[in-house]
């Protein structure tokens, strides 16, 4: 398994994260909690997210050859944020809104509300660390968070996020010259 003191503190061009890696994708077999063991030796492993600014000298020469297609990807802009707040059926938004259908609180997101979310998103990952499409999730939990601390107490009310909402929930964070700190 990967290293417990390599988790959450350590870059992926660090040979240490490197080394735990490379047992997966050579082929190892991995305990599963639901379907059991399963062999990863047929299974196709991409490197993204950490790797994105690895340079193929940066890695174990054992990596760079079980690794050997370097893919650049372009950015997400607003309109592919907007895409993922609204395409998927199961999206955050309506994850959202369930979550606090359990406590009886109805929720819904304007039209408006849904753009300035991807906006936020947007302006988040290029002013800070451009961390894809997870920024979404923590700008969507930013805005409820309140909703969900006090649902209990607000069972039976419906509430709609508007725009200013949104502005309001994330307004200290975009306004903050070090954004860096804040790390939405």
């Known amino acids: 398994g990967i290293n417990a003191e390599y988790m959450g503190k350590s870059q992926a061009s660090d040979e240490g994260v490197q080394q735990d890696l490379l047992p997966l994708i050579e082929g190892t077999t991995v305990s599963t909690k639901y379907g059991g063991p399963i062999k990863t030796d047929h299974i196709l492993f991409i490197a993204s997210g950490a790797f994105h600014s690895v340079k193929p000298s940066d890695m174990l020469a054992e990596l760079q050859g079980r690794l050997p297609i370097r893919v650049e990807l372009q950015a997400l802009t607003k309109a592919d944020f907007?895409?993922?707040?609204?395409?998927?059926?199961?999206?955050?938004?309506?994850?959202?809104?369930?979550?606090?259908?359990?406590?009886?609180?109805?929720?819904?997101?304007?039209?408006?509300?849904?753009?300035?979310?991807?906006?936020?998103?947007?302006?988040?990952?290029?002013?800070?660390?451009?961390?894809?499409?997870?920024?979404?999730?923590?700008?969507?939990e930013r805005v409820t968070e309140d909703l969900s601390f006090n649902a209990p107490e607000m069972s039976g009310q419906t509430v709609t996020i508007t725009r200013e909402m949104v502005r309001n929930s994330v307004a200290d964070i975009l306004e903050a010259q070090d954004l860096k700190k804040h790390l939405i």
């Open 82 to 140: 907007l895409r993922i707040l609204t395409e998927p059926k199961t999206n955050l938004l309506a994850q959202q809104t369930e979550m606090l259908s359990t406590e009886g609180l109805a929720l819904t997101f304007d039209e408006e509300a849904i753009h300035e979310l991807a906006d936020v998103a947007f302006a988040a990952n290029s002013q800070v660390q451009n961390i894809g499409a997870r920024r979404l999730h923590t700008v969507v």
